[in-house]
């Protein structure tokens, strides 16, 4: 009985004070996302959904500026995508070069000669920031730094990175540059893939026969629902750096922030920006109005008429609790000629809400109709004969 009135007692002072939903209340303190940029210190910043595709939101999120030890998250995708092409394995040890060795900056201070394992190198990439671990892995995947940068530029092409240039594998040079939204597609690969996620989640381990301990300087870790990762730092010549991700609901929320003033800040805000996409945007699946699926007539076909289906009809984000108002129109050709290819367009969806189009999807065949041809047309006169 105790319980039971202590339990009311809790539900109450949660309800009347409002800390059941203080994230919400946060958030609500803006009119929208924007403003919500506007009112944080960072210099760069982009905030992009990843099951979508979209941006949801950026401040200079095109400027190309040096990135440092972000350079490192495509390193680690590189060696992710090497052990799962069976060209380097967990437990593999790499041995460190001299040239490894003479790196300066964040480093856990392999000697030359010395073995390591690609688990460890990977730890010390992920939780810390170690450059001489970055080329170890680079050489040790590739034979040399060079051949493995060559990789890095390819793989930021196909990820559609078009304003990112990588010059090595640890971010020393000022060379290495991007921009915040390239980087949120760099983000949004590592957390479809997970890539390397149990490691970017660790907040304090040892590496290497001199047991150098790694602590991570990403705060968000354990300290934010669904984190992912990922990198926290700070430099003279990048100023304060949050590169983080999310996993909440059906959601995935990216966001990087560059050139902060205030080291504690800068979660703060990325916690609020990260708050505040969960809070008011959701993603809508399109539904298809069944009148869609339908039949258009054909003319010279050998069949009389083709059926019709929709193509790529992407999801798509839009504000949280909008969805009832969002409706469709299409259109449709009235008759088509042969011959008619599976795919061919043959009309159009659009979706609206209150402030206009949001969303347009192809209408396409769904079969193919072959133009009738003399063999055809005897076959066809021959079959009905005899079933006259």
């Known amino acids: 009985m105790i319980r039971k009135i202590v339990a009311f007692l809790l539900t109450a002072v949660f309800i009347v004070t409002g800390t059941g939903n203080a994230c919400a209340k946060e958030t609500d303190d803006y009119k929208n996302i924007e403003q919500l940029l506007k009112s944080t210190d960072c210099k760069q910043t982009a905030v992009y959904e990843g099951v979508t595709g979209e941006f949801l939101v950026h401040k200079n999120g095109s400027k190309k500026i040096y990135i440092s030890h972000l350079t490192k998250l495509m390193t680690a995708l590189i060696v992710y995508d090497r052990i799962k092409e069976g060209k ?43 450059n001489d671990a970055a080329v170890v892995l680079a050489e040790g995947c590739c034979g040399d730094e060079k051949k493995f940068v060559s990789l890095m530029n390819s793989r930021a092409k196909k990820l559609g990175m078009k304003n990112t240039s990588f010059a090595d594998c640890t971010g020393i040079s000022e060379k290495n540059t991007s921009t915040a939204k390239d980087l949120c597609l760099l983000t949004a690969e590592l957390v479809k893939e997970k890539v390397f996620e149990e490691f970017f989640k660790t907040r304090i381990t040892t590496v290497g026969r001199k047991a150098s301990q790694l602590v991570t300087q990403n705060k968000l870790i354990d300290n934010y629902k669904g984190i992912c990762g990922y990198k926290a730092f700070s ?154």
Not at 100 to 121: F, K, P, Y
Not at 261 to 268: A, P, Q, T, W
Not at 295 to 313: D, F, N, R, W
């Open 88 to 130: 380097a394995a967990l437990d593999e040890r790499f041995k460190t070069s001299e040239y490894a060795n003479s790196m300066q900056g964040v480093q856990i201070w392999l000697d030359a000669g010395e073995e390591i394992s690609v688990r460890e190198l990977i730890y010390a990439i992920t939780v810390s920031n170690a």
């Open 235 to 388: 430099g003279d010549k990048t100023g304060e750096v949050v590169c983080c991700a999310s996993r909440q609901r059906d959601m995935i929320v990216c966001c990087v922030m560059i050139g902060a003033d205030d080291e504690d800040g800068k979660f703060k805000d990325a916690k609020k920006i990260m708050n505040y996409a969960y809070d008011h945007f959701e993603i809508y699946y399109p539904e298809i109005p069944e009148d869609v699926y339908t039949e258009i007539p054909v003319l010279h076909g050998q069949k009389g008429s083709c059926k019709t289906s929709v193509g790529a009809c992407d999801s798509i984000i839009i504000e949280r609790g909008t969805y009832r108002q969002i409706y469709t129109e299409h259109s449709l050709c009235e008759e088509l000629s042969a011959p008619v290819r599976k795919g061919d367009k043959v009309g159009s969806l659009t979706f609206y809400d209150t402030k206009g189009r949001i969303l347009s999807c192809d209408i396409i065949a769904a079969e193919e109709v072959n133009e009738m041809d003399i063999a055809f047309a005897l076959k066809s006169l021959l079959y009905n004969l005899f079933n006259i």
